[in-house]
């Protein structure tokens, strides 16, 4: 929330924090208010952890993912932008369309163009298709990872001392990581990882659990 008086440029902005995870304000405050959500989401963690576990086993896929991401909201702008163009010369033109030959031989450039960026993107997507199926072989890894953080999370709901931060887990996450022992087979490498994960998330939170709570835990 900001004010200004007498000009463009606000003189303060106000930042309030709220436990509630679903705010409501009158439409009066709403409108001059930006929420911005920063609870974790099952669907987001596990997108950032599957993230964690491909670009430690196999960085060379994470990065051409990210290279085709970028690449394709490239081709996304230069669409954009021929569309534009195509529409500001139809628009300046001036006296019979048809009888401008350079309108005419810019029109063609440009089809031709956007053909060639299409087939592109085309070609982006497929292999974009086959980097999230090579990625899917990690799936369960974050999905496990995704669980466990939630139940964790969780712990607060018995006693108000159990809080455990994301930036933490993801610290026990990554460890866990470096230390599953390697194997050639990707199916038992996954499980090799599961295993480590899930152990070491058990073993950094019961040592910070009451006596009495360890078994509810485990």
């Known amino acids: 929330?900001?004010?200004?008086?007498?000009?463009?440029?606000?003189?303060?902005?106000?930042?309030?924090?709220?436990?509630?995870?679903?705010?409501h304000y009158s439409?009066?405050?709403a409108a001059q208010t930006t929420l911005i959500n920063f609870s974790v989401t099952a669907d987001g963690l596990q997108d950032q952890l599957l993230a964690a576990v491909v670009n430690h086993e196999r960085p060379e896929l994470e990065e051409s993912?990210?290279?085709?991401?970028?690449?394709?909201?490239?081709?996304t702008?230069?669409?954009?932008?021929?569309?534009?163009?195509?529409l500001s010369r139809l628009a300046n033109a001036e006296g019979d369309i048809l009888a401008d030959e350079a309108l005419i031989e810019s029109l063609e450039a440009t089809k031709v163009t956007v053909h060639e960026v299409e087939q592109r993107v085309l070609q982006a997507e497929r292999t974009y298709e086959e980097i999230a199926l090579?990625?899917?072989t990690y799936q369960p890894v974050a999905a496990r990872g995704t669980l466990v953080y939630f139940l964790v999370d969780g712990l607060s709901v018995i006693d108000h001392m159990y809080h455990y931060s994301l930036g933490g887990f993801n610290t026990v996450f990554h460890k866990a990581l470096d230390r599953a022992p390697p194997h050639d087979e990707p199916a038992q490498r996954v499980a090799h990882l599961l295993e480590?994960?899930?152990?070491?998330a058990f073993s950094h939170v019961t040592?910070?659990?009451?006596?009495?709570h360890r078994l509810i835990f485990a």
């Open 1 to 23: 929330l900001s004010a200004a008086l007498g000009g463009d440029a606000p003189l303060f902005r106000l930042y309030l924090q709220t436990k509630l995870p679903n705010p």
């Open 27 to 29: 439409p009066e405050v």
């Open 65 to 75: 993912r990210s290279e085709l991401v970028a690449q394709q909201h490239q081709f």
């Open 77 to 86: 702008i230069n669409l954009k932008d021929l569309e534009d163009d195509l």
């Open 134 to 136: 090579a990625r899917d």
């Open 196 to 200: 480590a994960g899930t152990h070491a």
């Open 207 to 212: 040592r910070g659990l009451f006596e009495r």
